[in-house]
């Protein structure tokens, strides 16, 4: 009996602490979603009523979450997925501009223009938080306001030029990383000159493109929506996916919030031929994978030759992520030698699928090192499991993290466009040896060494930003003007203040000079008298 009274009393307890939350999430990105996903479902899981609009429903989703769904298969078949070519280059950052900009601006269309997003905001629901993606728009601080609900901010990746200001954060290009460009915090001066440009080119697009017309497009529903950047000003934390023990340490305000690795739980078991692979590999397996954007379709033959030829030099076992556009009798694979084509059919070597566990993987201790592009995603994962990396970034913050991966020592960075097989196989060697094998062991072992974990850290916040959503705690830096924040005023008035001693000083010295002239003139005139 006292046990039941117990624990209807914790049961109570837990569900007057229940919070309603909205999550806005109109990005189209399912490499996003997947991550954010993992803290929507615990939210649920731990009695928090939970609606969420996005591209991806949940087809099998846990008891108090709700799905308003954006999804349009015409749209989203066309989405990013599978479509990016691996290289670098200027103009593939220069696109990214454009895509960034131009998809902020339709993702913010589809979403006012869905019927059922248009009655939940008319219905004026309560809401105690929205929760949302500090990417490409701001178009869902708009329906925030309309709901009268305190703001949340998420990111999956490092910080977008834009954010830095709004948050009061320090964006000083000869210490502070770049989304899109390499160079993490040491950039040489050719760096910091491109991160000058760049950073006033993303942010140009940003604002003329998705900010206004984001700001337009809610004039078209809500004739009553302030300035964006206002509301973007106004947000109450940012959970950011980041982890100083992989970015470094960096002078964030008390309402941006590490949470890196939260979304990353225990692997499951490997099952049928995944399992018999990785369990055969007498020398360990090395997974390799560019994500969910990247085609190998679109790789030149160069780089899967080289790639292949490091396979056939290891002794390791390789799991190797392909894109559903791939096939070998296509674009490159159907220009591969004989040779090579053999190894990709030889199975003892080589596992190859278009969807893997990448957690279970990268999960099972007979795992030694992760290829990878650099996704801030993939990358928390297998720092999580200490697997070293290789990172090859090819776009977005790809190139940032891959500068934190070899700064932080969790493994390499291998530029993509001069890969060769001498360079790839030198830089698995290296990750491959026992004591840097060892080294990023320690370092993982550091990454988990928090007072709470990333999952309960997010999850606190969230509910904080619930219970005290009428307060505010955002920095001073954020609003204080330009010319203060750079010391523009003061400088102009010690600048003043110098002149003026210079000239009366100036002035001083020069009626004392003419004043000693006339003295000895004085004095021979007295003389002739």
């Excluded at 609009?53 to 990013?80: A, E, G, Q, T, W």
């Excluded at 300035?227 to 996916?241: S, V």
């Excluded at 941006?256 to 360990?284: C, D």
């Excluded at 026992?434 to 928090?450: I, N, T, Y």
């Amino acid at each position: 009996m006292r046990y039941h009274f117990l624990t209807t009393l914790c049961l109570l307890a837990y569900t007057t602490n229940a919070i309603k939350i909205l999550g806005v999430f109109p990005y189209d990105g399912k490499s996003h979603f997947i991550v954010i996903k993992v803290l929507l479902e615990e939210l649920a899981r731990r009695g928090h009523d939970v609606t969420v609009i996005s591209h991806f429903p949940d087809d099998n989703p846990p008891k108090n979450y709700h799905d308003v769904s954006l999804f349009i298969p015409k749209k989203n078949n066309d989405s990013v997925e599978d479509a990016v070519k691996i290289e670098r280059s200027y103009f593939g950052v220069f696109e990214v501009g454009v895509y960034l900009a131009l998809s902020g601006k339709n993702d913010c269309e589809v979403m006012l223009a869905n019927k059922d997003v248009q009655k939940l905001v008319n219905r004026k629901d309560k809401y105690d938080l929205v929760l949302t993606e500090q990417f490409n728009s701001d178009c869902s601080l708009g329906i925030a306001y309309k709901l009268g609900a305190p703001v949340v901010g998420i990111t999956t990746h490092v910080l977008m030029p834009w954010h830095y200001k709004r948050l009061g954060i320090p964006n000083n290009p000869s210490y502070v990383s770049f989304h899109f460009l390499e160079g993490g915090t040491k950039p040489t001066l050719f760096q910091r000159v491109e991160r000058v440009f760049f950073d006033a080119y993303f942010k140009t697009l940003y604002y003329l493109i998705s900010q206004r017309s984001n700001q337009n497009e809610l004039a078209k529903y809500y004739d009553d929506i302030p300035p964006l950047e206002d509301l973007a000003g106004q947000i109450k934390f940012l959970l950011l996916n980041h982890h100083y023990v992989l970015t470094g340490s960096t002078l964030y305000p008390a309402n941006v919030v590490e949470i890196g690795g939260f979304h990353v739980g225990k692997p499951n078991p490997l099952s049928g031929e995944l399992k018999n692979f990785v369990e055969q590999a007498e020398h360990g397996v090395i997974f390799l994978s560019f994500g969910t954007t990247v085609s190998l379709s679109l790789t030149s033959v160069e780089k899967i030759q080289a790639i292949l030829d490091t396979i056939e030099e290891l002794p390791q076992r390789f799991i190797w992520r392909w894109d559903k556009k791939t096939t070998l009798d296509k674009k490159p694979f159907n220009q591969l030698s004989q040779k090579h084509l053999d190894l990709l059919a030889n199975k003892k070597k080589i596992y190859i699928g278009n969807w893997l566990p990448q957690v279970d993987i990268l999960g099972h201790p007979k795992v030694l090192a992760f290829i990878s592009h650099g996704g801030m995603g993939g990358t928390t994962e297998a720092i999580h499991f200490a697997v070293p990396i290789v990172a090859m970034p090819i776009t977005g913050d790809q190139p940032a993290n891959a500068a934190a991966i070899e700064e932080s020592g969790f493994g390499v960075h291998q530029p993509i466009n001069s890969l060769t097989k001498e360079d790839l196989v030198a830089s698995l060697k290296k990750v491959l040896n026992p004591k840097f094998r060892e080294q990023v062991k320690l370092r993982s072992k550091a990454w988990h060494d928090r007072p709470v974990s990333p999952m309960n850290s997010a999850v606190y916040w969230i509910e904080y930003a619930a219970r005290n959503g009428n307060f505010t705690f955002r920095t001073p830096a954020a609003t204080v003007p330009l010319y203060q924040y750079l010391y523009l005023d003061t400088m102009a008035v010690y600048a003043v203040f110098f002149t003026a001693v210079f000239l009366l000083f100036k002035s001083f010295c020069c009626a004392s000079s003419r004043k000693e002239t006339k003295k000895p003139m004085n004095n021979k005139k007295k003389k002739q008298n």
